[in-house]
């Protein structure tokens, strides 16, 4: 639509931060030389991070300038910190950064043999109702009775120390976090940023309308270019869009479409009174709209048993997008130029023994695909392969009705309060085992 695009582009002018810094290098073993692929780079008090391919490859690229820190690490080998000084202005910095075996094996294989969940923070003082990764930190959402009598935003460390709190002035319902790493608190009249200042929060609030209209559209990004949507819940189609940040200029470059609801929701026009029809056109030619797709809506169709909005989201994945067109039945790979580079049949969503939740969570430092299901309480994690959009493991969780999922760096983390028990909501992480 053409009112997205300009969205997009009046946000531009909120995200030029100037010249980039590329910051590259290989992750390798300080002994043998091999590539450690998969090993984790973080930027130290940012949600910032990236993971090195097979070949030990990383890349991060930033806008700011000034002393960063970043965190390298791989299972079983010791972690490495290394300041970088992006003030020079340099186009590209390279680091090669060497990681060591640990030495103690046994203490390793006891903490990876033990599957059962773990606490990673609660306390009885309050609930958490959503939470969100800041680096290796957290940030939560968190009430003593109800979210309607009063909710805080709790920052704590990895080690569970809190570094701040602030209280939240009007009802929020959920936290967010957008493709750049920033943090929103999400209410029903307003959306509050998050800013980090060392052990301080901070607050800057503007119109949920405004960043419906504008922050929310944006799905993800690769290179110079912003992923972007039309989508619209009550609409049965919509588009995606690249924005490229060079030239300032949008293009389409994949449709989402389920043929046969649509066809059902232009049908309800010829269902009208004439004078119903007559009202669907004069709204049409006022809003510059089909008199179909009005019509569909003045009879309130999305709300009978026959409509259900699209689920078609799209990920970042090692420089490409893919876009999981349920309603085709395939994954669609498209490039940095907005060109289809390949395409996947799927039928996970398709019939099966559990019940599908419309839901796929990405490994925020894998980089792995998981679709979501549910059967007898169980929620199972089911890794897609995005070469072949076979399953390749699937991982019931331990506990029945856990909520808001998160997956980073191979464990699921989700908010669980055992039944029937005293005890508030808190924060669980289960490691993602192998089949």
């Known amino acids: 639509m053409k009112s997205a695009i300009t969205l997009v582009i009046i946000f531009h002018s909120f995200l030029s931060y100037g010249q980039n810094t590329i910051v590259a290098g290989y992750l390798t073993d300080a002994e043998s030389s091999n590539p450690l692929g998969k090993g984790t780079i ?39 910190s290394k300041t970088i000084d992006l003030s ?7 680091l090669n950064v060497q990681l060591r075996n640990k030495t103690q094996l046994i203490d390793e294989f006891s903490v990876v043999a033990d599957k059962k969940p ?10 958490i109702s959503d ?53 929103y608190a999400i209410g029903d009249n307003y959306v509050y940023q998050l800013t980090f200042m060392r052990n301080r929060l901070g607050l800057t609030r503007f119109p949920i309308e405004d960043f419906n ?77 089909e008199k179909q797709d009005v019509a569909a809506l003045m009879v309130n ?31 669609l790979k498209i490039d940095e130029y907005g060109e289809k580079v390949d395409s996947v049949a799927i039928n996970y969503h398709e019939n099966r023994d559990e019940k599908w939740k419309k839901l796929l969570i990405k490994d925020i430092m894998l980089d792995e695909i998981y679709s979501i299901n549910m059967k007898d309480g169980h929620l199972s994690l089911d890794r897609i392969n995005t070469n072949n959009g076979v399953i390749e493991n699937n991982h019931k969780l331990h506990y029945k009705y856990v909520d808001n999922i998160h997956i980073k760096d191979g464990y699921a983390y989700y908010i669980y309060r055992p039944y ?15 089949n």
Request: charged share 25%.
């Open 42 to 80: 973080l930027v130290e008090n940012s949600a910032k991070g990236t993971t090195a391919n097979n070949s030990g490859f990383y890349k991060l690229k930033f806008k700011t300038s000034g002393k960063i820190i970043l965190h390298f690490s791989f299972v079983g080998y010791e972690s490495v």
């Open 88 to 94: 020079n202005k340099k186009d590209t910095i390279w």
């Open 118 to 127: 773990e606490k990673v923070h609660g306390t009885q003082q309050y609930s």
């Open 131 to 183: 939470f969100e990764f800041y680096g290796n930190d957290f940030v939560f959402l968190t009430y003593e009775k109800t979210l309607k009598k009063g909710s805080s935003i709790v920052w704590v460390d990895r080690n569970q120390n809190l570094k701040a709190k602030i209280e939240i002035p009007t009802l929020i319902t959920e936290l967010y976090c957008d493709y750049r790493g920033r943090i």
């Open 213 to 289: 209209a504008v922050l929310k559209p944006c799905v993800d990004s690769l290179d110079n270019q912003i992923a972007f949507s039309d989508y619209q819940w009550f609409f049965p189609k919509f588009n995606y869009y690249y924005f490229d940040q060079n030239t300032q200029k949008s293009k389409k470059i994949y449709q989402i479409e389920d043929k046969e609801l649509y066809h059902l929701y232009r049908m309800q026009y010829y269902f009208m009174h004439p004078k119903d029809k007559l009202r669907a056109r004069k709204l049409a030619n006022e809003y510059g709209m």
């Open 301 to 331: 169709f999305t709300n009978t048993m026959y409509f259900e909005p699209l689920y078609a989201p799209l990920f970042v994945v090692n420089d490409t997008a893919l876009i999981f067109d349920h309603y085709s039945d395939q994954i």
């Open 420 to 434: 029937e028990s005293v005890q508030k909501k808190y924060l669980y992480r289960e490691l993602i085992t192998e």
